[in-house]
């Protein structure tokens, strides 16, 4: 019992050290009256004098690409009649312009519309009872169902029961963090509280899906992924206070433009996502360091806690290289064209790394390789600790005492 309790002080001040510091760096929120006022204003305004209708449609006709003169901007739009299939309009058809320029110069394009595809409509109804209709965008959701479909057959086909297990863990990871998380915040949680809860939760569930129930091996990978989670936190509020990054990227500032009665804390946003994107990683080394060291446990259960914690340091080590490579490589992949765009307007690298929304790619990149780094020893640690005797017990056994299976080694 005596080891438990040094585990559960260690895991208490842990989760201490994390508010102590999370209290110490969150700045002053302040929300603009006025602002506000003026925007649901002007969207009162319009409302009393159309009305706007998003509903889907399917594209039934198309015409060629052309070009048009629209004042000083030159735009392609392709012409394209489609086919309401939800709503008040289903059956009616609208002939209208797609604009496929997404910049003023034309240099990047959307791809053309076919026969078939399914759109995003708007449908506005002014004061006169003229209607028209616009093409948002595609609809992308069934191909998306369809690659998930794909990618959990994959998992079950090759993972086999443990894939199934896989999926359930997914599962409940994602039902957590959309009720939970998400939810949580967009009714006015604190972010960052709720990321850390979210994350337990998580941690705790999805170990004890895809193992073997609540044991030492479960408990040892869940108290290092979430030392290592905290470890990512603490350096993520604290370099993110020290750069005064605001969170608020061009997609955030373009969104919160249409926002009328909600305002959110884009700072603790960053540092939520920040400690969520460590989970994963963390996770996996935690997982795969206490599942080296319960095999080795029960290869030869007269090793020593110190052999243990330095065999978990050197398998730590080698996880350490490739893990921390899969998250900076991750951040990258997804800045990779904001870099090259910075790039062709002349930047060079010093000032691409200033740029707030790269800045906080790099120190959400290095926070979560902090956190992987710091699972390690916090893992290793915990497991020697947990397993000190020389005596373990196996759920089968392949030795016989008098003609009977011995569970005891």
Request: with cysteine.
């Amino acid at each position: 019992m005596k080891k438990f309790r040094v585990i559960l002080i260690v895991f208490l001040l842990m989760i201490n050290m994390f508010c102590v510091t999370l209290n110490a760096t969150e700045p002053a929120t302040q929300t603009s009256n006025t602002t506000q006022t003026d925007l649901t204003a002007n969207a009162e305004l319009v409302e009393n004098n159309e009305t706007l209708i998003n509903t889907y449609g399917k594209i039934v006709e198309t015409q060629a690409v052309k070009d048009v003169q629209n004042g000083s901007v030159k735009e392609k739009v392709q012409e394209v009649t489609v086919e309401i299939t939800e709503g008040d309009y289903i059956g009616e058809e609208f002939t209208t312009e797609y604009v496929l320029s997404y910049d003023i110069d034309g240099k990047i394009l959307a791809y053309e519309l076919e026969v078939g595809d399914q759109v995003s409509v708007q449908i506005i109804e002014d004061a006169n009872g003229t209607t028209t209709a616009t093409v948002l965008d595609v609809v992308r959701a069934p191909y998306i169902a369809w690659m998930a479909i794909l990618f959990l057959g994959i998992v079950i086909l090759i993972g086999g029961k443990k894939g199934v297990k896989a999926i359930l863990g997914l599962i409940f990871t994602i039902l957590l963090i959309y009720f939970i998380m998400v939810k949580g915040i967009f009714n006015g949680d604190h972010a960052i509280k709720n990321s850390i809860i979210t994350s337990i939760l998580v941690i705790v569930g999805t170990f004890i899906i895809i193992g073997d129930g609540i044991n030492k091996k479960i408990l040892t990978a869940a108290i290092g992924t979430f030392g290592g989670v905290i470890s990512a936190g603490v350096v993520a509020l604290i370099f993110n206070n020290l750069a005064k990054l605001t969170g608020a990227g061009e997609d955030a500032i373009q969104l919160s433009i249409n926002m009328t009665e909600i305002n959110f804390n884009f700072r603790q946003l960053l540092f939520a996502g920040i400690i969520v994107s460590a989970m994963g990683a963390c996770m996996d080394v935690g997982m795969s360091i206490a599942s080296s060291l319960d095999e080795i446990k029960l290869k030869n259960p007269d090793i020593t806690w110190q052999e243990l914690l330095k065999s978990g340091m050197n398998i730590g080590r080698d996880v350490i290289g490739t893990m921390t490579n899969t998250l900076i490589l991750a951040y990258v992949g997804g800045s990779l064209n904001l870099i090259l765009l910075f790039m062709a307007c002349n930047m060079n690298l010093f000032e691409i790394l200033n740029k707030e929304t790269i800045a906080e790619q790099i120190i959400s990149a290095i926070a979560g390789s902090i956190g992987v780094v710091c699972t390690v020893p916090i893992t290793s640690f915990v497991y020697s600790i947990l397993n000190r005797d020389r005596i373990i017990y196996k759920k089968t056994s392949e030795n016989k005492v008098n003609g009977k299976r011995s569970l005891k080694i």
